[in-house]
């Protein structure tokens, strides 16, 4: 699993730094230090165990794993960020001399106190983390969309839009079995996915039967999704007749009149090179009629917009799922998350209703976007 190669760096630098300034904290004695050692060393066990024997050992203990080292991935995280906070505060001390006498002539005791303040603050921030990916929000949008034709079935139209679920290890049967009920008692007029539905490969997928909770997917006008990025990793093709399987219409570089009312135009994700233009793919349509596309990455703000696409549905970013990483996004992504408009052009980009990596989310929703969109 790739999460073992991403987590090495947090395993040989954040790992030391956290068990060093935690050593500092905690009393010289053997009932505090032998715990702490043995924590420290099984995390370490678990996760080489893991690192070495992936291949080999079974998908439940695997599974095992994963939870556990990428908990105490994201919890590295935390910690380190929390600890150079007070390296920061203890450094201003250093020039500035502002501490109390008070917590100078209780220094080990003040030590001590912080360091369970700092591991009561990160069980309550994984904890929350955690409840944020098991239980996604229903986002509300209200879009208008300019209708120009004569024979629009439709004045309004209701959405389900959900990107990046990432079916695979984490994201458990029991958990799409909500997304899908969720999606249901919402009444959608049709259900678009938005790209990443599979995480790595098919195999959690084909051996937990995942197929019988999607097909459960129901909207009058059908269920549509495009390719994401992680469609094509791993027998791309075999993960396009699953998604088929499912009932699920999928769109690659290929457009649907949506019962003679508007176009659903589906691009192929960014990775593959060769896809194609928005030019060519509205070329022969009425432009008259509402065009609504769905793109997983939402990199083609200029092209939709200067080819006149009226809203364009998107995902792929998580919005960073973890801060600071939302930070980061707005550095790569002209809009990385929520609603955005260039021209007559209207965009919204999901941060996904499932995860990439450890089921945790800071900062970040899981959300199910209901659409709720005017013709005018």
Known sequence: MKVFLASVFAQLFLNPYVFLRGWQAIPPKNIWRIPFILFFSLELLVFFTGYFFYISLPDEIMVYIYNVCGAWYISLLYI???????????????????????????WKKVKLMMFFAVVIFIIILMMNAYNTVMNPIVRHVYINVPD???????????????????????????????????????????VLLAGDILDYDLHSAQKYHFDSVLMQLHAP???????GNHEYRANRFSKWNWIRQCGIKLLIDSVALIDSSFY???????????????????????RGRPTIMLDHQPRSFVEASMNGIDLTLCGH???????????????IYKCPYGYYRRGHSQFYISSGIGIAGPPYRVGTVSEMVMLHIRFL
């Not at 007070?86 to 209780?106: A, D, K, N, T, Y």
């Open 221 to 227: 006008l059908g269920v549509y999704a495009v390719n």
């Open 80 to 106: 380190t960020m929390t600890l150079l906070g007070i390296e920061i505060i203890r450094f201003s001390h250093r020039i500035w001399h502002w501490f109390p006498s008070c917590v100078l002539r209780h």
């Open 148 to 190: 120009k034709s004569e024979i629009n079935r439709h004045d309004s139209l209701n959405i389900v839009l959900m990107s990046d679920v990432h079916i695979g290890e984490i994201i458990t049967k029991d958990l799409v079995r909500r997304y899908v009920s969720m999606s249901n008692s919402l009444n959608p007029d049709i």
């Open 264 to 286: 659903l135009v589906g691009r192929d994700d960014y990775v593959n090179e060769n896809r194609q233009p928005i030019q060519a793919l509205i070329k022969n349509l009425d």
């Open 317 to 331: 970013t998580h919005y960073g799922q973890f801060w600071p990483y939302s930070l980061i996004m707005h550095l």
